[in-house]
T-cell receptor
């Protein structure tokens, strides 16, 4: 099976702009999660989608949003970019076993730089 | 917030030696997972250990879990230069709908 893919891999934006990142999960995986990784805060959970429904959201401002399509592909959007949004954004897909999140498989990430 | 705290934060060893990393977590869990990240890249899943397991092996990796102490350890035997990476433990929280990651251990293997 093909792994999790993320596009674009690198992105440079300026403050105030908005950005959309895309994630295609492993075939058959219905859960897609997004994480932000920065040197200062480490890996932080953004949100998780399952069958087009957002089930949980991390502690991020409303500028961060996402959605999932019927084919399980997901997008996340960040509006009004700030310098602090510069980070590696990771997407992960998984299945569920016994009511618990199973192994999460991560994509290569999108490196966002805000100038 | 970080569920897991990893120890040590950084570790340098000679190639061929064994590397041990520890992870402590705060709440009860269904499973604990270990991931590897090469510099600036995505996370690679290494091993998942369920709460009713005490030890698990995968190749040169050995993971232990002590739920009474809320801790886990990852042992990499006969280390290789390619093992140089950051290693993270992660636990499902919030009703098992997200993973919370530890702070990570930066492992450097000296050839």
């Amino acid at each position: 099976k093909a792994g999790v893919t993320q596009t674009p891999r690198y992105l440079i934006k300026t403050r105030g702009q908005q950005v959309t990142l895309s994630c295609s999960p492993i075939s058959g995986h219905r859960s897609v999660s997004w994480y932000q990784q920065t040197p200062g805060q480490g890996l932080q959970f953004l949100f998780e989608y399952f069958s087009e429904t957002q089930r949980n959201k991390g502690n991020f401002p409303g500028r961060f949003s996402g959605r999932q399509f019927s084919n399980s592909r997901s997008e996340m959007n960040v509006s009004t970019l700030e310098l602090g949004d510069s980070a590696l954004y990771l997407c992960a897909s998984s299945t569920w076993t016994g009511g618990a999140l199973d192994t999460q498989y991560f994509g290569p990430g999108t490196r966002l730089t805000v100038l | 917030s970080q569920q897991g705290e990893e120890d040590p934060q950084a570790l340098s060893i000679q190639e061929g030696e064994n590397a041990t990393m520890n992870c402590s977590y705060k709440t009860s869990i269904n499973n604990l997972q270990w991931y590897r990240q090469n510099s600036g890249r995505g996370l690679v899943h290494l091993i998942l250990i369920r709460s009713n397991e005490r030890e698990k092996h995968s190749g040169r990796l050995r993971v232990t879990l002590d739920t009474s102490k809320k801790s886990s350890s990852l042992l990499i035997t006969a280390s290789r230069a390619a093992d140089t990476a950051s290693y993270f433990c992660a636990t499902p929280t919030f009703g098992n709908e997200k993973l919370t990651f530890g702070t990570g251990t930066r492992l450097t293997i000296i050839p």
